[in-house]
């Protein structure tokens, strides 16, 4: 099964921004509720944003305001745009779909670092 890879992460200042990107899942975003979710180290995962199937979205309460989700079902890509970064959101970022949280199923995260 293909899992759906994240990438974009790096290092940033407090303040600053980084979008994320998901694609390479070899299933259709379109047809799926898609979100983020990440995990800093000795934590448990959380989610971040989601795209619901009712046509909603979700944010946690820590990122409202500061980070949007989306997605282009041409390019079959999820993007996280983040913004005003704090050093709270140093985590590894990881996208999936139903799909692959019925399964189980975890690609690799992008690592997202703030810190002056």
């Known amino acids: 099964q293909v899992q759906l890879v994240a990438s974009g992460g790096g290092l940033v200042q407090p303040g600053g921004s980084l979008r994320l990107s998901c694609t390479g899942s070899?299933?259709?975003?379109?047809?799926?509720?898609v979100g983020w979710y990440r995990q800093a180290p000795g934590k448990e995962r959380e989610s971040v944003a989601a795209l619901t199937r009712n046509g909603g979205i979700q944010y946690a309460d820590s990122v409202k305001g500061r980070f949007t989700i989306f997605r282009n079902n041409v390019e079959n890509t999820v993007y996280l745009q983040m913004r005003s970064l704090k050093p709270e959101d140093t985590a590894a970022y990881y996208c999936?779909?139903?799909?692959?949280?019925?399964?189980?199923?975890w690609g690799q995260g992008t690592l997202v670092t703030v810190s002056l």
């Open positions: 999936n779909d139903d799909f692959g949280l019925e399964r189980g199923y």
């Open positions: 070899g299933r259709l975003f379109s047809y799926n509720a």
